[in-house]
């Protein structure tokens, strides 16, 4: 029988299946938690983070997450975090879900005297709030062992609410008293993770909900948009810049940016008085991301343009004259993707993609993926 001891005045539901988090309390038995001591070479990381003074890690970009092995009857996962749901997965099934843990060692234990696999992964967004991860500790009697190979093939997906998986563990669309959005959120099982898996690869989340390449929802947070952030490890440091370590290279990078873009109309006030206007503008930025992209990543790099119908037609035909444009120019790994609504329920929080719907786009993804020259 595996068990959890949590180890603050906080938060821990276990659970067999993934979902919805409802919170339950849990005892108090120990202070603040430290960071396990010379075990940072012996677990792995995927996603952009930051080493702080402390002794922990810093992240705030959804989804990240962390694996190691270990032998023994239990495992410690510590945390400095107040904001954000965690999923611990050991041997491939998820155990616990640890809501808003604080800084703490959370334990799982009674499980067989042998050699396991732990995952620690983020379930939620956090632009304003980084969290900590400071290690994997064995319980009395076991060890923690050398950290696991990283995968040989890497997918980047970049993009907004849709591809952070906002909401998409709620079955309604009003979630303010079904636990709000972050309760009902999990990266994890968002259409980019479920891709990545179906590959057997490792993947980064870079999502932020509500931005959009030039112009975020109904136009809030003027002078700002999804390219202020994408080049920060840490999304609430203004001018934070990820140093990329050469392990991380991409073979697929996917991009979904263009919803709220052109989801809303153009408000008073606005940069853009026309839909033209707008239009001309996001095309623009659009082709300079792609610059970026090209520029980090290299030529061998497949670079997915996504779109779909939620949004003013404008951001499909937008998205497709860009791919275009790009293969006349002799750039033939970047292609154009559209999902449409075919089957999808939108049940998650504020009309968003549901677990359902993220597994149907996954396999729509799959499928485009499948046909692409891909060599890795």
Not at 23 to 30: K, L
Not at 51 to 65: L, S
Not at 235 to 264: A, E, M
Not at 322 to 334: K, T
């Amino acid at each position: 029988m595996r068990t959890s001891r949590h180890l603050s005045r906080r938060t821990l539901l276990t659970a067999a299946t993934a979902g919805a988090v409802t919170a339950v309390a849990s005892p108090s038995q120990a202070s603040q938690a430290s960071p396990a001591s010379g075990t940072r070479a012996r677990f792995r990381t995927v996603g952009r983070v930051k080493e702080a003074v402390d002794g922990f890690v810093r992240y705030t970009w959804p989804g990240i997450y962390f694996e190691g092995r270990f032998r023994g009857t239990g495992v410690g996962i510590v945390l400095d975090d107040s904001d954000n749901d965690y999923d611990v997965q050991i041997d491939g099934t998820t155990t616990a879900t640890l809501v808003t843990p604080g800084r703490i060692t959370s334990w799982i234990d009674g499980l067989a005297d042998t050699e396991h696999r732990v995952r620690l992964v983020k379930r939620t967004e956090s632009p304003w709030a980084a969290g900590g991860f400071g290690g994997f500790v064995a319980a009395p009697g076991g060890t923690i062992l050398a950290r696991p190979r990283a995968r040989s093939r890497q997918i980047e997906f970049i993009g907004d609410s849709y591809t952070a998986g906002y909401g998409n563990a709620s079955t309604v669309r009003d979630c303010s008293g079904n636990g709000g959005v972050n309760r009902n959120s999990d990266a994890d099982l968002a259409f980019g993770a479920l891709t990545a898996r179906s590959l057997g690869a490792d993947y980064q989340i870079n999502a932020f909900s509500g931005r959009g390449m030039v112009r975020n929802y109904n136009g809030s947070s003027p002078g700002t948009d999804f390219r202020t952030y994408y080049d920060r490890a840490l999304l609430n440091v203004d001018g934070d810049v990820w140093r990329k370590p050469d392990s991380w290279q991409p073979r697929v990078v996917v991009v979904g940016l263009g919803i709220n873009d052109f989801s809303t109309p153009l408000n008073p006030g606005e940069p853009w008085t026309t839909q033209d206007e707008l239009t001309a503008a996001y095309e623009t930025a659009y082709h300079g991301f792609l610059d970026t992209l090209r520029a980090r990543y290299g030529s061998r790099t497949f670079i997915v343009v996504s779109a779909t119908h939620l949004a003013d037609t404008a951001f499909a035909d937008t998205a497709r004259r860009i791919v275009r444009s790009r293969n006349r120019r002799g750039d033939h790994r970047i292609g154009y993707w559209y999902y449409d609504s075919a089957g999808l329920d939108y049940l998650g929080c504020d009309w968003h993609p549901s677990f359902h719907d993220h597994r149907l786009i996954a396999d729509q993804l799959d499928n485009h993926l499948a046909a692409l020259p891909l060599r890795w």
